[in-house]
């Protein structure tokens, strides 16, 4: 039942550790003291309630998404942009696999995967039983024409990459010079082959090409590829094999499901769910009201104001997500589908770039804005992976005095008495941040960050003097837009730990950095030898954080904990990020007809 499982979408960082305390910006009480040395949480990990009386037979779920923009409704795995919209469909749309402990494919979801190192095929074998909502079987044609349609050149998403090609003839179906890609094979009408070229670790984790996701294919046949994304396929009527079904979608405000009685997991014990926006301005007073049963990640920063609202259980999870500082490097060209770096963007200078995560004291932004909720992220390697993260690495710890040095050195000096640093050619340095509006801390956020960068001499200057809507900084971010030198963003993760995604020669790095070096260190990550080497896995593993940490063409700020909180109708709930261990939705009951009061 976790939100993102495969894919990585990009979320708020409002939304990773969201809206709270205080107002204004940049005064003397709201700006982070130095911090102690020590990073982690202050709240402990609940991930489980359980709660008295019988189950009622049916009902209604009752919940919220804590949203400040109307959301997009896309209803397609294939073509979702961001984690609200995941977090829509994590009722009616799953992936083909479950997690284990480890975030590698296990047996238990719709389909299993069997894994011919020697013969370099993967053999997909769905679920008798699996059907769509609609109770049409879902087949070895909807696996296909779902790779398909990721790799048609007529495709809008962005879920195509190079790692695709791993499959024997994606590379010329995409390119137009094939009509089917000669890789795929068809066993029978509930199991697939995929030919590869080669069997790495990422097979584990459910990747090496394969896409894990599936459409269907007897609904979004009948709309052209080019269309699909706009289409009522899409949009108004989805169609999945999760444990309920859309019934009824307010563009951008709720979307209302009905129990799937064709799930493979079993029919669920709840009648209906329905899910409604709440800007996080109203989502205090609308728990404290007890409208909803649960809340898809409460703001953080508002933390002290909920936690003990009556009638609830406040569950607590570390979040798999980070907020990151990113800069903007070079351009994406579509067209050649690769990543240009630009040489002489104004963020070129890497010792510029540490200067700016040195400057930062994220330890005390999560104490004082997010109640401990939040705290420094030392790599781009989420310590949820284990071992795979480095935690030798320190990453920017708060050393202003570091950061100042780092910037002489580099030739940033103020050659005009105004306490702000030209550039290196004596020229004004104006630096264009964006950051994402969201709740009543974004603003003040952001402001502490920009007096931060200050206080070592650099002038940060607000993308057009304001918070950015989530949706137009999402396409301004995307589209690199010219204005924007820097902006501060965060990612939610999938399954797969490897950042070549995030980090490489893909549409997803918004930086718009990559090196010959960070292709290679990036392909060992992932080499033949890490399928049966955890050892060898972990050393290159280690060798990409030290030489992030040092390039910084991203720098992480902060990993933190969400809140969901459960209301004392739902008999039991368990939101574990072991999928193993976490309650599904089709087994959700219900003690009463309304949320508790108490």
């Not at 699996?130 to 790779?147: C, E, F, H, M, P």
């Not at 795979?388 to 570091?402: N, R």
């Not at 033949?528 to 955890?534: G, P, S, Y």
Request: proline share 3%; with cysteine; net charge negative.
């Amino acid at each position: 039942m976790k939100l993102k499982k495969w894919m990585i979408g990009l979320v708020s960082v409002v939304t990773l550790a969201m809206a709270g305390c205080g107002n204004g910006g940049g005064s003397d009480s709201q700006k982070a003291e130095k911090s102690d040395g020590q990073s982690g949480p202050a709240v402990a990990v609940n991930e489980e309630v359980n709660n008295d009386g019988n189950a009622i037979k049916g009902g209604t779920l009752k919940v919220a998404l804590v949203d400040d923009s109307p959301f997009q409704g896309i209803f397609s795995l294939s073509y979702y942009q961001d984690s609200y919209d995941a977090d829509l469909m994590n009722f009616s749309q799953e992936s083909l696999f479950k997690l284990d402990d480890n975030y590698m494919i296990s047996d238990k979801g719709a389909a299993k995967m069997d894994i011919d190192k020697d013969n370099k095929t993967f053999t997909v074998k769905l679920r008798d039983n699996l059907k769509w909502s609609d109770g049409q079987d879902v087949t070895a044609d909807d696996v296909i024409y779902s790779q398909e349609l990721v790799a048609s050149p007529d495709y809008t998403g962005t879920r195509y990459d190079s790692d695709m090609e791993n499959i024997e003839g994606v590379k010329e179906y995409h390119e137009g010079k094939a009509d089917h890609i000669s890789g795929i094979e068809k066993v029978d009408n509930k199991t697939v082959k995929f030919h590869v070229k080669k069997v790495t670790i990422g097979a584990k984790y459910g990747e090496d090409g394969m896409w894990a996701y599936v459409e269907p294919k007897h609904v979004f046949e009948k709309t052209a590829i080019k269309d699909l994304e706009s289409s009522d396929a899409v949009r108004k009527n989805p169609v999945g094999f999760g444990p309920f079904r859309v019934t009824k979608v307010v563009n951008g405000e709720s979307v209302e499901y009905e129990a799937n009685q064709y799930y493979y997991g079993g029919k669920p014990k709840i009648d209906k769910v329905q899910v409604t926006r709440v800007p996080s301005s109203n989502i205090v007073s609308a728990l404290q009201n007890h409208q909803y049963d649960i809340v898809l990640e409460m703001p953080s920063g508002s933390y002290d104001t909920y936690k003990d609202t009556k009638g609830y259980t406040m569950l607590t999870q570390n979040a798999r997500s980070y907020s990151y500082l990113g800069f903007k490097l070079g351009k994406w060209d579509k067209e050649q589908e690769k990543i240009v770096p630009d040489k002489n963007a104004k963020m070129a200078k890497k010792s510029l770039r540490q200067a700016m995560g040195y400057a930062v004291d994220n330890d005390q932004v999560g104490k004082q804005f997010y109640h401990g909720l939040s705290w420094n992220a030392s790599t781009l390697i989420h310590p949820i992976f284990g071992d795979l993260h480095d935690k030798d690495v320190k990453g920017y710890t708060y050393d202003p005095e570091k950061a100042k040095k780092l910037l002489d050195d580099a030739g940033y000096k103020d050659t005009d008495g105004d306490g702000l640093r030209e550039d290196p050619n004596g020229k004004k340095l104006t630096i264009n941040m964006a950051a994402m509006s969201g709740g009543e801390t974004a603003e003040p956020v952001a402001q502490y960050y920009i007096q931060a960068f200050k206080q070592i001499g650099l002038d940060v200057q607000l993308l057009d003097g304001r918070l950015q809507e989530f949706q137009n900084f999402y396409q301004r971010v995307q589209s690199d837009d010219k204005d924007i030198d820097i902006f501060m963003a965060g990612w939610g993760l999938g399954s797969n730990p490897w950042p070549g995604n995030l980090y490489g020669n893909s549409s997803w790095n918004y930086t718009r950095w990559d090196s010959d070096e960070n292709e290679e260190l990036l392909a060992k990550m992932q080499d033949e030898k890490t399928l049966d080497d955890r050892d060898y896995q972990v050393e290159q593993y280690k060798k990409w954080q030290e030489y992030m940490v040092d390039e910084a063409p991203a720098i992480p700020l902060r990993y933190s904990e969400q809140v969901m909180p459960v209301n004392n109708r739902v008999k039991h709930f368990n939101w574990s990020n072991s999928e193993d261990k976490a309650t599904n939705w089709n087994e959700v009951e219900l003690t009463a007809d309304n949320p508790k009061a108490d």
